[in-house]
């Protein structure tokens, strides 16, 4: 029980806290800190610093500094970078006139050389023999006469003839098979016939040299004629796809016609009939892409009228029949007078 006789309320006496070993250190760290920022100099630590050149960490391997873009370029750089890309569509566009050009002089050059060694432009077509009794009537050379830009169109047309005569052929050999089958169709076969001598030379001359002279020399004149005749060659070609019997065209009502008398020649008349509604469709086309080349000349109707004139009054012909009225009409007068 002795163990237990002393007085509980009795406690042993306090402790100092600023004895305990963790804040005595921590004092001593405090101290340590403060006397050496007094006796810190930050100037001598700087020429300490900049006296002693820096070393790289080791093992880290030393790299020049490289700025990469991480933004788009600012805007008032875009105007330049505009103005850069129309000049060079600029300089691709006087390039391309610097080659047409060029090639028109070729054109002028090869003209030149072959007048000075022929001795003057001899006529070449239509390419018959030297010994045909009757010789070529016209000069057609389209890469010679024809400028560069328009050389496309005027083949184009030139075929377009070809095909034309083509077709005629072919509307011959097919009214000839229909009167083989119907012997009343000889009228069909007769006018067949004539179409193909008349209307081949006829569309050469009448639509065909007057587009050709038109891109040649840039005539107002030669357009419009070119224009009124082709117009009227459109209303033929249709006439001659559609068939009306008794006309000599192996359209589609004549190939139907035929086709129940005779399946081998209703065949060929509707073969006929196709190259027909062919050439109305490529007519067409033709004409209206000579007419948007022909706005874009500068032609005009007041300039068509002007050449017509100058063209009449310069024409040989013409001068002596109004020199020889003029002079009538002046001896009449002074007949009057006496």
């Known amino acids: 029980m002795s163990e237990h006789d002393s007085n509980l309320l009795t406690e042993p006496e306090p402790s100092n806290p600023f004895q305990d070993p963790s804040v005595t250190h921590a004092r001593q760290t405090t101290t340590t800190m403060a006397a050496g920022l007094e006796e810190f100099n930050p100037f001598t630590e700087s020429k300490l610093m900049a006296s002693k050149p820096p070393t790289a960490a080791p093992g880290v391997p030393t790299q020049p500094a490289i700025m990469k873009p991480t933004e788009e370029p600012p805007v008032y750089s875009q105007p330049r970078a505009q103005e850069s890309t129309g000049g ?37 077509w239509p390419p018959l023999p030297e010994k045909f009794p009757v010789g070529p009537c016209f000069y057609h050379d389209i890469t010679v006469d024809i400028p560069v830009e328009y050389q496309k169109t005027v083949k184009i047309m030139y075929y377009l003839w070809m095909f034309h005569t083509g077709t005629l052929l072919a509307n011959l050999a097919g009214s000839l098979a229909w009167f083989g089958v119907d012997a009343s169709r000889g009228v069909d076969f007769g006018l067949a016939i004539l179409w193909f001598l008349l209307f081949t030379p006829c569309s050469f001359v009448c639509w065909y040299r007057p587009v050709y002279g038109a891109f040649k020399s840039d005539s107002s004149f030669r357009f419009f004629l070119f224009f009124f005749v082709y117009v009227c060659q459109l209303g033929v070609y249709v006439l001659q796809s559609v068939g009306i019997p008794g006309w000599g065209a192996c359209g589609w009502i004549s190939a139907l016609m035929c086709l129940n008398a005779n399946v081998a020649a209703g065949v060929l008349m509707i073969l006929v009939a ?35 004139a100058t063209g009449v009054m310069a024409n040989k012909t013409v001068q002596a029949a109004a020199a020889s009225a003029t002079s009538r009409a002046a001896q009449g007068a002074f007949k009057e007078r006496i």
């Open 88 to 124: 060079a569509g600029e300089l691709l566009r006087r390039q391309e006139e610097l080659e047409r050009k060029a090639a028109e002089l070729d054109r002028r050059e090869r003209e030149m050389r072959s007048l000075s060694a022929s001795g003057g432009r001899r006529n070449n």
């Open 274 to 308: 196709a190259l027909f509604t062919a050439l109305a469709v490529m007519s067409l086309v033709m004409f209206k892409k000579v007419h948007a080349m022909y706005r874009t000349t500068g032609a005009s109707f007041r300039k068509a009228q002007q050449e017509l």
